[in-house]
Nanobody, 124 residues
C-alpha cells in the first residue's frame, strides 16, 4: 500500500518560515521524482517544486524561487519543503506527490501518487 504522509503545516505570520515533510512508504522512494503542489480555496492545484530521484535536478515555480527549498533524504524516504519569507499568497493545502518516470514534471497529471495534504495558513 502506497502512502505519502505530509506534516509540518500550521499557521504563521507573513515573513516567517515553515518546513513541510512528506514520508513515503510502499514504493521505491529513490526511484521516484517527488513534487510539492498547493491548492488555495477556489483555485486549481498548482505546482510548487519538484526534485529528481538523485536530487540532481530541481524545478520550482517562479513565485517561490529564492524563498522555498526542496530537498530529499532517500535514506529516510522523505522529501522536505523549506518555506521562508512566507506571504498570505502562500496559503493553501500543500500536497506531496510521487512520479516513477524519469522526468521532473510540473503538472499534476504527471504524478501517480498523492498525499492527503497539510494546511498552511499565512496571515498578514
Amino acid at each position: 500500500q502506497v502512502q505519502l504522509a505530509e506534516s509540518g503545516g500550521g499557521s504563521v505570520q507573513a515573513g516567517e518560515s515553515m518546513k513541510l515533510s512528506c514520508v513515503v512508504s510502499g514504493i521505491s522512494f529513490d526511484r521516484h521524482t517527488m513534487g510539492w503542489f498547493r491548492q488555495a480555496p477556489g483555485r486549481d492545484r498548482e505546482f510548487v517544486a519538484a526534485i529528481s530521484q538523485n536530487s540532481g535536478f530541481i524545478n520550482k515555480h517562479d513565485s517561490v524561487k529564492g524563498r522555498f527549498t526542496i530537498y530529499r533524504d532517500n535514506a529516510k524516504s522523505t522529501v522536505y519543503l523549506q518555506m521562508d519569507s512566507l506571504t498570505p499568497e502562500d496559503t493553501g493545502v500543500y500536497y506531496c506527490a510521487a512520479d516513477g518516470n524519469l522526468r521532473v514534471g510540473i503538472t499534476a497529471d504527471k504524478y501517480e501518487y498523492w498525499g492527503q495534504g497539510t494546511q498552511v495558513s499565512v496571515s498578514s
